[in-house]
């Protein structure tokens, strides 16, 4: 199967980052970490016999968000994938919000959202997979998309396990992809 795989958000060129910071309830960026963990995920993919196609935004380009869009659907149109899978963090002005979510739109991606939710709810506490019709990558690719909101950036707990645990995280992932 050929994945299209991204990072969330980026790093506008006036160096702000588009995406959620938990840093200050104790917990971490949630860009950063994606962009991280979009290594592993590529890695026990590929070793499940998938071409994979990694894309992370380019730092440092972009004046403004939206511009994520029009760069990841350009890539994504270009090319045709099996499914297309987007890495994200949740984020709450609670410490406490727990938990890991993936969204989809399509029955295809119902079927890899809730493949790859019962993966995480191994270390993550199950917040469900969610239809959703109103997010760009869900509504505007070919290919069925998900959008995997891993656990809260926000959370202290979640996020020191989740820094130890890229490895697992990763491979449970691509284990709900299946082979």
Not at 84 to 91: G, I, R, S, Y
Not at 106 to 119: C, L, P, R
Not at 153 to 176: D, Q
């Amino acid at each position: 199967m050929r994945i299209l795989l991204t990072v969330g958000h980026s790093i506008l060129k006036s160096g702000a980052i588009t995406s959620a910071d938990g840093t200050k309830m104790g917990g971490g960026n949630e860009y950063t970490y994606c962009k991280s963990l979009s290594k592993y995920v590529e890695k026990y993919l590929e070793a499940n016999g998938h071409e994979v196609d990694r894309v992370v935004c380019p730092e440092g380009k972009f004046t403004k968000s939206t511009d994520e869009r029009t760069y990841k659907l350009a890539i994504e149109h270009a090319t045709c994938y099996d499914l297309v899978m987007e890495l994200h963090l949740n984020a709450s002005g609670t410490k406490t919000a727990e938990g890991c979510e993936v969204l989809y739109k399509s029955t295809k991606g119902k079927k890899y959202a809730d493949s790859i939710q019962k993966q995480l709810a191994k270390v993550f506490k199950s917040r469900g997979t969610v239809k959703r019709d109103n997010l760009y990558m869900l509504n505007q690719t070919k290919a069925p998309a998900i959008i995997l909101e891993t656990f809260f950036c926000t959370n202290p707990k979640e996020w020191k396990y989740a820094v130890e645990h890229k490895t697992k995280i990763g491979k449970l992932i691509a284990n709900g992809v299946g082979k």
